[in-house]
C-alpha cells in the first residue's frame, strides 16, 4: 500500500466517525422544497471557481469536487442511503428487508443527512417549518439511530467488544444548522428517550455526550444584525422565521442566558467540551447574491452577507485561579477565516479552504492556536508631540493574517482588511496597558495532518504564518492627521515558517544531517525562520528542543516581532508585540 494510502487507512482506524451533516436555513417553502428534492441538502455542491483577491472582477479557475466527494474519495467515507430510503424513513426498517437492513447496520464511515426540512416541504411534508427545538429532537432521534446500526455493524466482526458506550459522532452544520446542534447539546430537553426501529418503539440512552466534535460553517452563534440591529423577536408572515435568530428568541431554545449581552457563549459543562468546537468564519460578502444583493447591504461590511464576522465565533468561560470567587475570562473556541460567502458560487461549504479545515479539525495530529500578545504602541514622533501638548489621538491598528501549508494555493486561514477581517485593536485600549500587561489579540487557529504533506519522505510538517499590522489613520482631536502618512505602509509585516518534528521525524532530521546520534528519548524539535533576509542570522532561524513532559501539555512559544529601524518609528510608529503559538497534539 502507499505511503499516503496508508496514512489514509490509519487515521480510519482511529478517528473515522459517522458524520452528521445539518443543513442551513430554508426561508420560504419554495426553498424548503428545493431542500427536499436534494439527497445531500447542499453538501454535495463544488464550486468551479475562486477569489484570489477581493476584486470582484477577478475570479480564478479552482475546481473543488464538494464535501461528500471528498470525504468519500479522500478518507473513504460512505454516504448512507439504501435501497433509496434514509435511516430514519420508517419502512427502512420495517418488514423482513427492513430488519435484514436493521441487523446489517451502517458502517463507521457513514455520511448521514439531517432531514429535518422534509417535514416542512409541500413534497413529502405539511409545507409548515417547526422550531429549532423541534429540528434538535430530530437530531437527537437521528444520531440514537445511528448508534444502533453502527453497534449492529460492529457486532459482525470478530472479537467485537463494541458497545452502545464506545460510539462517537462528528456533527458539522451550516449557518442554522450550527444552532440547531447547540440546541441538542446545551438543552438537555431536547435530548432523546426513545426511536422507531422495525415499527416499535425502543428505549434508548441519551445522546449528548456522544458527539466527539462539532464544525460549524458560517453558524451566526450571536444572532443575525440588519443595520446593525439584531432582528427582532416578531416578525410578520413569512418573515416569521427569520425570528429564530433573535437573540432573546435564542436564549430560549439554546437554555443559556446572555453574557454581556451576547449569546454565543458555551457552557462550561458542554459535551464536547470548548476545545472540540470549530468555527469556520466567512469573510466575503461581495459574493451573497441572496434577494439581489439586498442581505448584504442590510448587514454590511465585515460579514459573509448574511453573518457579520464576530457574531460566527463561539467563546467560553474559563476561570482564572481556585475558588468560588476565581475571576473568568473570554476565550475563544477554535477559528478560522475564508474569503468565502455564506452561500453560493463562491460559499463557504463548498470550498477548498473550508474543507481543509474541516478535515484537519476532525483527523489532524497538531492544533496550533495563534495569539499576538501586544505590549504597546509606539506613535509617530510629530504625532506624539500632539498628545503631549493634551490633544487626544485615536487610531485603529488593523492586524492581517495567512496561514499556508507547504505547496498549497489556499490558506487555512486568511484575515485581510480588504476583506474587512482583520483582527482591530485601538490606540487608546493599548494606551490603558500597564508595565508587564499584554493585550491578547486571538488570531486564528490551524490544525496539521501529517497524511497531507506534499513529500512524505520528508521529516517534519510545516506551515507558514503571514503577519501584517498596517499603519493606521491617525486622528487628532477626531480629524485625521494628514502630515507623515503614506498609504499602504506597514508597521511590520514578515512571513514566518514553522515546522515541527515529532519523535520520529526527529531522528529522521538527524539522519539525513549526518547525525547518527539519536535525539533524547520522546523529545520533539521545532524550527523557525522568518523569510525577511535583512535580520542577523540568529534572529532569523532557530529552533527548540522539547521534552516529552514540556508537550504534555500545550505548550507556548514567545516569538517577538523584530523592529524597525529608530528612524522608521519616528516616521509611522511602531507596536511592540510578540507572536504566541500554542502547540499541542490533536485528538
Known amino acids: 500500500m502507499a505511503t499516503a494510502e496508508a496514512a489514509v487507512e490509519a487515521l480510519s482506524t482511529a ?262 468546537w470549530f468555527c469556520m468564519v466567512g469573510t466575503n460578502r461581495l459574493d451573497y447574491e441572496v434577494a439581489a444583493g439586498l442581505s448584504r447591504n442590510f448587514v454590511g461590511r465585515g460579514s459573509d452577507g448574511l453573518v457579520r464576522i464576530d457574531n460566527a465565533t463561539l467563546w467560553y468561560q474559563e476561570k482564572v485561579g481556585d475558588g468560588e470567587d476565581a475571576p473568568l475570562i473570554a476565550k475563544p473556541t477554535a477559528t478560522a477565516y475564508a474569503y468565502r460567502s455564506h452561500s453560493g458560487s463562491f460559499g463557504i461549504v463548498n470550498s477548498e479552504e473550508a474543507y481543509q479545515n474541516l478535515v484537519r479539525f476532525l483527523f489532524g495530529n497538531f492544533r496550533i492556536d495563534l495569539w499576538l500578545d501586544i505590549e504597546n504602541a509606539t506613535l509617530p514622533a510629530i504625532v506624539q508631540q500632539q498628545e503631549d501638548a493634551g490633544r487626544r489621538v485615536d487610531a485603529v491598528y488593523q492586524i492581517e493574517l495567512t496561514v499556508g501549508t507547504r505547496g498549497k494555493t489556499w490558506a487555512l486561514s486568511r484575515r485581510k482588511s480588504e476583506d474587512d477581517s482583520p483582527a482591530c485593536r485601538t490606540y487608546q485600549d493599548l494606551k490603558k496597558l500597564k508595565a508587564g500587561q499584554v493585550e491578547s489579540v486571538h488570531l486564528s487557529t490551524v490544525f496539521l495532518i501529517k497524511s497531507a504533506k506534499v513529500n512524505s519522505d520528508r521529516p517534519g510538517i510545516s506551515y507558514s504564518v503571514t503577519l501584517g499590522i498596517r499603519a493606521p489613520d491617525y486622528e487628532v482631536d477626531k480629524a485625521f492627521w494628514p502630515d507623515g502618512h503614506y498609504e499602504g505602509v506597514q508597521l511590520f509585516r514578515d512571513s514566518l515558517v514553522v515546522t515541527l518534528y515529532d519523535p520520529a521525524d526527529y531522528k529522521k532530521l538527524l539522519l539525513s544531517q549526518g547525525n547518527a546520534a539519536a535525539p533524547p528519548e520522546g523529545h520533539w524539535m521545532v524550527s523557525y525562520d522568518w523569510l525577511e533576509d535583512k535580520l542577523p542570522p540568529d534572529k532569523r532561524s532557530w529552533s527548540q528542543e522539547f521534552s516529552p513532559e514540556a508537550i504534555a501539555k500545550p505548550m507556548p512559544v514567545l516569538i517577538d516581532l523584530h523592529q524597525p529601524a529608530p528612524g522608521t518609528v519616528a516616521q509611522n510608529g511602531s507596536v511592540k508585540a510578540r507572536l504566541r503559538m500554542v502547540a499541542s497534539g490533536w485528538e
Open 15 to 276: 478517528k473515522r466517525y459517522p458524520i452528521i451533516y445539518v443543513r442551513g436555513f430554508a426561508f420560504s417553502a419554495s426553498e424548503r422544497d428545493e431542500t427536499a428534492a436534494d439527497p445531500y441538502c447542499g453538501f454535495n455542491v463544488g464550486s468551479t471557481v475562486a477569489r484570489a483577491t477581493a476584486d470582484k472582477n477577478r475570479p480564478q479557475s479552482y475546481f473543488f469536487e464538494s464535501p461528500i466527494v471528498r470525504l468519500s474519495l479522500d478518507h473513504k467515507y460512505e454516504v448512507m442511503y439504501t435501497d433509496g430510503i434514509q435511516i430514519l424513513d420508517p419502512t427502512w426498517s420495517n418488514g423482513p428487508m427492513g430488519q435484514a437492513r436493521v441487523d446489517k447496520g451502517i458502517p463507521m464511515n457513514s455520511i448521514i443527512i439531517h432531514r429535518f426540512y422534509d417535514a416542512g416541504s409541500n413534497l413529502v411534508g405539511s409545507g409548515k417549518s417547526s422550531s429549532i427545538s423541534d429540528y434538535a429532537k430530530e437530531l437527537a432521534k437521528l444520531i440514537a439511530t445511528v448508534r444502533l446500526l453502527v453497534r449492529n455493524h460492529e457486532s459482525h466482526k470478530d472479537g467485537c467488544t463494541y458497545t452502545d458506550a464506545d460510539f462517537r459522532c462528528y456533527l458539522v452544520a451550516h449557518s442554522m444548522g450550527g444552532l440547531i446542534v447547540r440546541a441538542l447539546l446545551q438543552n438537555k430537553a431536547n435530548d432523546v428517550s426513545k426511536i422507531l426501529v422495525s415499527d416499535g418503539e425502543v428505549k434508548v440512552a441519551p445522546v449528548r455526550d456522544t458527539v466527539a466534535k462539532v464544525f460549524t460553517y458560517a453558524t451566526p452563534h450571536n444572532g443575525i444584525e440588519l443595520g446593525g440591529f439584531n432582528v427582532p423577536r416578531v416578525l410578520p408572515g413569512f418573515l416569521k422565521d427569520a425570528s429564530t435568530f433573535n437573540r432573546d428568541v435564542m436564549r430560549a431554545y439554546l437554555d443559556k442566558q446572555l453574557i454581556g449581552g451576547n449569546i454565543n457563549y458555551l457552557p462550561e459543562d458542554i459535551s464536547p467540551p470548548p476545545s472540540h
